[in-house]
């Protein structure tokens, strides 16, 4: 979920660099994300992720590289009168791309997303507490975020796709919230449903974030109401 | 059906306020915002990158200028006395890490004294449109 904060808590001439471990475990499938991440000046991020993803009982993973570069363009995530913004591009490589090629992907190896992200704190605003919001709009073509490829049959093009997330800070470290992703339905073969989640993010300092959520992924490559916990933890060395 | 409506939003806007109650109280009035102002001093005094910019502070004086700005801003019955933020600050070329570092020593100062988190939130909502007045000038 691209924000328009960069990762880490890099201030302006600071640089932070972390790695993150992202697990989704739903009825019929796993998803793995490793990655590494760099931001400098609270301006600049980039970073690298492989995904591996599993289908219970088929041997071998479906893996997916990203390479991504964001840049914060405007505005403050707290202070002034415009929320935090960001732009980024995200390319994606499909290392196993057998099975989107079955399925009738448009393009089976490679595809690239691009989007702008408007995050804000609001310090106080209910009843005392922060409230966090992130609005992104993401130009893309990916079936289930390029695991199963890149437009299809039904639509090649890129669409504008909105993602919105929502969190309360409950104390320094912990935030509730929930998040909404619009995806693209490309293929005929299998329908594509939307993402959405409800999380809790634990910050117990500035080096370690811990986020679990029950994510509802809806229908995946024809299995219906996929649904599963998801646990991911990001550690920041500066 | 407008009347109806009209009443009870504004008795959810009246009990939202009776909730809150006013920031001053909620800091402790003039003995509480002494106690933070007193804390915030003392984290600074501790602090290797913001210590350096009160090395030849006037202590007395800036605990008195705080007090009243925190009092006054919280809506308690105080005026301030002292020079304007951008007065004060001009010349210091405080950057954005270090104003955030500041805003963490507040935070802890209020921790220490035991004001709730969503207190806290309310007096650095309070503060946080000095900002432009404080930083790189
Ligand atoms: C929301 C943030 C801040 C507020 C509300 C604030 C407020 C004040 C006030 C009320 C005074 C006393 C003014 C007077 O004596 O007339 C003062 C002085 C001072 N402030 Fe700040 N300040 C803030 C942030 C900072 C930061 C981030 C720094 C440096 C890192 C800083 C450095 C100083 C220094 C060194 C003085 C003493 C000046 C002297 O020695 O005369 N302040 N501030």
Redesign the interface.
């Known amino acids: 979920m691209p924000w328009a904060v960069m990762s880490g808590y890099a ?4 640089t932070a660099a972390g790695a993150f471990y992202t697990a989704v475990d739903v009825q019929d499938f796993r998803l793995r994300v490793t990655g590494v991440t760099l931001s400098y000046d ?1 301006r600049v991020e980039v970073s690298a992720a492989q995904q591996a993803f599993e289908i219970k009982g088929v041997a071998g993973d479906i893996r997916q590289e990203i390479f991504s570069a964001k840049v914060r363009v405007a505005g403050d995530l ?3 009168s415009m929320p935090q913004i960001a732009t980024g591009v995200q390319f994606k490589n499909l290392l196993d791309g057998d099975i989107a090629e079955a399925v009738g992907a448009d393009a089976a190896d490679a595809g690239m997303d691009g989007y702008v992200s408007f995050t804000r704190l609001h ?2 605003a209910v ?4 409230l966090l919001w992130n609005l992104s709009l993401r130009a893309t073509k990916a079936n289930q975020m390029g695991l199963l490829g890149y437009g299809g049959d039904e639509n090649a093009g890129y669409q504008l796709m909105p993602e919105a997330s929502v969190a309360v800070l ?3 470290g912990l935030a509730v919230g929930g998040e909404y992703r619009q995806k693209p339905d490309n293929l005929s073969a299998f329908s594509e449903d939307d993402f959405m989640d409800i999380f809790i993010a634990w910050f117990p300092n500035k080096q370690v974030n811990l986020t679990l959520a029950w994510a509802d992924l809806g229908s995946i490559a024809g299995s219906e109401k996929q649904s599963g916990l998801y646990a991911s933890l990001s550690a920041f060395f500066y | 059906m407008l009347r109806k409506a009209l009443l009870f939003i504004s008795l959810i806007s009246w009990s ?1 306020h009776a ?2 109650g006013s920031l001053y109280e909620d800091l402790g009035g003039r003995e509480g915002i002494a106690t933070v102002v007193d804390n915030f001093i003392t984290e600074i005094s501790f602090d290797p990158s913001i210590y350096p910019f009160f090395s030849k502070t006037n202590v007395p004086r800036l605990r008195e200028k705080l007090e009243e700005q925190f009092c006054m801003l919280s809506g308690g019955p105080c005026e301030y006395t002292g020079d304007t933020m951008e007065k004060v600050h001009t010349g210091m070329h405080i ?3 270090e104003f ?1 570092r500041t805003v963490e020593l507040l ?1 802890s100062a209020m921790d220490d004294a035991g004001v ?4 806290q ?2 007096l ?2 309070l503060l ?2 000095l ?2 007045e404080i930083i790189r000038r």
């Open positions: 201030d302006e001439g600071e609270n707290i202070y002034g310090l106080g009843g005392g507490y922060n409950l104390d320094n | 939202v909730h809150c950057s954005s890490a955030n935070q709730p988190f969503t207190t939130n309310r650095i909502r946080a449109p900002r432009e």
